[in-house]
Structures are given as C-alpha cells and as structure tokens.
C-alpha cells in the first residue's frame, strides 16, 4: 500500500473544501486558521499539486481538488460506519451531536447528565460549531440547527422555540414601565454582531420609521455574551428565551415586554431520513422531547404563577 498524507491534513482538506473558507474549516476543526493552512500546503506539496484556487472572498476548487473530494469524502464515510458496526458489538455506542455554541453552552449541556445516567451505552460526543455540519462526512449523527425546520433529506424534529425576546436587568427598568415597542428605543439596547435584530424588531412590532438606537451600540457575535452584558445591567437584548431561561428564573434578567420575534424559527434536533429510527438517535430525539416539554411545562406554571401573584 502507497504511503497515505496525514488523515489531519486530509480532513482539513474536506472542511475547506465544504465551507470555502480556510477560517469556517478552522472553526469547524477547532484550530487556528494558520493551522488549516499548513495542513493543505502539507498535503499539497505531498501530492504535487494545487488543490484549491483564491478568489476574492472564497476559495474554489482546482481540478485536482474535484477529482479528489468525493472519494475523500465517501472514505471518511466508509470509517464512520465501520466504526459504528464494531461498536454495536462492543455494546457501547457512539453518538456525535453537533450544535451552535450558544445552544449547546447555555440549554444542552447542562441537562446533559441526565442523557448520560439514562443511557450508560451511548458514549455522547458533542461537537460545535456555527457553520452547518456534512452528514455525508460522518462529522456527526445528529445536529442541532436554528431555523424553520425544513432541510431537504432530514428528518427535522422541533425541540424549543427560538423567538427573540427583549429582556434586561430588572433595575434597568424605568417607572412607569415599558408598555409598546417604541419605548424601549429611550433605553440603552445591546446588539447582535451584525446590528440587525432590533432593526427587524422595531418594524415587526409596527414602529416606524425604525430608531435610531436599533443600529448603534456594543454588540455581541454570540448570543452568550449578549446574555451576559443584559444580565449585568448593560442595557436590553434581544435574546432567545430558551437559551436565557437560568438567568430569567434567577431574577438577573427579566422580559422588558412580552412581545416576542419571529415565531416561527426554533431548534430542531435533525438527522439523516435513513437513520433517523438507529436506536442510539432514537433515544437522543426522545430525551430531547421529554426535556423540552419539562421546560414548557415549568415555564407555564411559573407564568400562571406570576399571573396570580399579579392579581
């Protein structure tokens, strides 16, 4: 058998190729950018040719690299299903779930030990990332993703709501307290990294034009962070209510108003059509649910709660 380029360099060379961007394969690969560069000149010089061509804001495949990509790809799958069966006959199984960060830092991990006490045999790996994971890979079984719920060839299933919901720190609130959308505008507002959540906010809740305050101030490139600078008094953010519910039931963060943005966007748990019913799935999908209706259920009593306190 020829002597093989290193298997780091060859996975590098499928996460580029993927995403078209050295810095999206190191954030999936969990390196340096400089690193992922290093791995392709490896594996370059080691094949003696150019395997990718620079554009000016992606890189493209040469001919070498197209011919080389799908039996690197159709190799990495072939090792993860071997894997699989080997670990079916040892009794234990490996379960790779992929999710964005923020979901996974402030909703996923902490309920994780449940899933671990409740199936001993499913070794759970879990992998994140913000860019979408390649099932054809075998970079993972399942994955987390924020969205409609509509991907082509994946079984979706809906496991929390993802609408943004303005909230702050309870001393930041004025007397009288906000009752529209417009008031907030007088208040300091924290941003996502691109500036656009309040711009879209504001209209979909009939202010017009939108305010000037919806397009300055800090901003946070992740929905953590942004948490974090609410919670602190540093001004109101728009923010996923599942991925804030610790600091909501703390009392370090409250809604500003009940008015909530879009609706219809959520977290799915998604996963291969053809193995979407393996057993070690099966199981994450179910405990996923059953977690997921434990939260709603106990955010309805604290709500109705709430409501009576009020009254």
């Not at 400089?34 to 990718?52: C, T, W």
């Not at 045999?121 to 990332?129: A, K, P, Q, Y």
């Not at 924290?190 to 939108?210: N, R």
Request: net charge neutral.
């Amino acid at each position: 058998m020829p002597r093989l380029p290193p298997l780091n360099a060859l996975r590098a060379f499928e996460s580029v190729a993927r995403h078209a961007s050295m810095t999206e394969a190191a954030r999936d690969l969990g390196v340096t950018p400089g690193a992922v560069s290093q791995q392709i000149a490896l594996l370059e010089h080691r094949l003696g040719v150019k395997l990718f061509r620079r554009l000016h804001r992606a890189l493209e495949l040469t001919e070498a690299g197209r011919v080389l990509l799908p039996q690197i790809r159709g190799a990495f799958r072939q090792i993860a299903e071997a894997v699989q069966r080997v670990e079916t006959l040892s009794g234990t199984q490996t379960l790779t779930l992929s999710a964005p960060p923020a979901f996974a830092a402030a909703w996923l991990v902490p309920r994780l030990g449940g899933f671990q006490a409740g199936h001993p045999t499913i070794d759970l790996r879990l992998s994140t990332g913000k860019g979408l994971v390649d099932f054809d890979t075998g970079g993972a079984d399942a994955a987390i993703r924020h969205g409609l719920g509509r991907w082509k060839g994946l079984r979706a299933d809906r496991i929390v709501g993802a609408a943004l919901v303005p909230v702050c720190n309870p001393a930041l609130l004025p007397e009288p307290l906000p009752t529209r959308a417009e008031d907030l505008a007088s208040l300091p507002l924290l941003h996502d990294g691109q500036h656009q959540d309040w711009a879209l906010w504001f209209p979909a809740h009939g202010v017009q034009p939108v305010p000037r305050a919806a397009f300055s101030g800090p901003s946070f490139d992740d929905q953590i962070l942004l948490i974090r600078a609410a919670a602190s008094g540093q001004g109101v953010a728009l923010v996923t209510e599942a991925l804030a519910s610790a600091e909501l039931a703390a009392g370090s963060l409250v809604r500003a108003l009940d008015l909530a943005w879009p609706h219809e966007f959520a977290y799915w748990l998604v996963c291969p059509r053809p193995n979407a019913e393996q057993p070690r799935i099966v199981a994450l999908r179910e405990w996923l649910l059953a977690e997921a209706s434990r939260e709603g259920a106990q955010r309805d009593a604290d709500q109705h709660e709430h409501g009576a306190d009020a009254e």
